[in-house]
């Protein structure tokens, strides 16, 4: 890639502002290998951000730059790229919390199977339908549970054998 475009559009940046350019990693044998595409950085807030611009174009590695930090300011708090990155068991995690303090009594203590080291059953927290919700969802980017993907959800439900009702009370999540 043509290092001159890259300073040059590095150069409309003011200090603070962001830079872009490939990053490196090591290589098996210790060399220094350049990234595939060119990367963007920036500070949100106290916190650097480097995302992939998946293009070699150095004018539309600024563009989304731009964008990223056009976005930050105007609050939004995740990039698409970190978006992708969050799974189902991160918004599990997250309805968990939510009951926890605002609706303890939907929270259920499951055993889990194991003992500790004293002989004690561990449990675990869950909410009505997790386990159906978990085998389903496991590890699905939130980017692909979809509308589509609910409706195949509930048509799985369907096949196991569980009533309407008990489809829409487990899923009201």
Known sequence: MDNAKIQEVNARLKRGEGWIGYRTSKGSNGEKLPSKFLY???????QQKFVNSKTNDPEEAYRQLLDA?????EGVRLLPSEVSRIRYEDLRAILLDYYRQHKPRS???????????????LTEEVFAGADKLDKFFKRMPITEITALK???YVKWRRKEGDADATIRGNSVI
């Open 150 to 152: 609910i409706k195949d």
């Open 40 to 46: 963007f950085a920036f500070y949100q807030g106290s």
């Open 107 to 121: 929270i259920i203590k499951r055993y889990t199977g194991d003992t500790d080291s004293a002989g004690n059953k």
């Open 69 to 73: 930090r056009r976005a930050t300011s």
